[in-house]
């Protein structure tokens, strides 16, 4: 039986707020189906995938919006194990049966949001929260004062398809208020001030695994959410078929000095 899982448009928002931090991935455009081969061919599309996180790295919901740009008026074909699904575009129904998406919509943009049945990605976060070296949650951490520290561990996940940690580099990213952060220390991150805040990035290559350790004395501590970057590492690079395993082979002796290096300079820190 045809099911009609039309949703009004409401305004977009794909990360939910906690008591003190939220925690949000966004997985760029992604050039590899994410879901079983159809039958029927879809129709071409971009997608982006939106995941919510707990306060701890352990994963709530993972959002796919699904991008169109039609010729002409028609009819889109797509397929995904969602369940539920939601206009952002108009009052176009959307049809759903059998893990395929139909849509009978106008010439131009069309935009719809699924939401997957299966809550796996491809890395494994996992983030401690200590203050004054007692491990506590993010809630407890509203309004308190003390040594502050925040650790972040990034494993790939074994039950995911690996060629997503293997050609996606990630960009973690904190804001820190420096009225309520003093002392911070954030080894590997990249830092700016913008106003009153230091933003700290640290960017994990494709296929790398990593721990990230930030301190801070804090007082009356509130903090922004965390957000997590996945973009696909793509190079625009001619090489000839007899050529390619010499040029793979020089891109991973250059990946593992990247890593040596990185090491090397923790090490002499």
Known sequence: ???????????????????????????????????????EENTPKQ?????????????????????????????????GDYTALRNLTNNDQIYFDNKTVKIDTKAGKFYYQGTLKENTLPWLFDIVYKLNGRVCSAQELAGKSGNLQISISVRENPACNSVFFENYALQIALTLDTEKCRNIDAPGATSANVGRNRSLTYTILAGQEKDIVLTSEVSDFTMEGISI???????DVEVNPGEYDEWNRQMQDLKDAVISLDDGANDVK
């Open 1 to 39: 039986m045809t099911k009609n899982l039309l949703q009004k448009k409401n305004s977009f928002c794909v990360r939910r707020r906690l008591t003190v931090l939220c925690l949000g991935i966004f997985l760029g455009f992604l050039a590899i189906p994410l879901f079983a081969t159809a039958m």
């Open 47 to 79: 997608e982006v995938v939106y995941v919510d996180l707990a306060s701890d790295g352990m994963v709530q919901d993972i959002y796919v919006v699904n991008m169109f740009d039609l010729s002409a008026d028609g009819q889109i074909i797509d397929y």
């Open 229 to 235: 970057n996945g973009i696909p590492l793509t190079m």
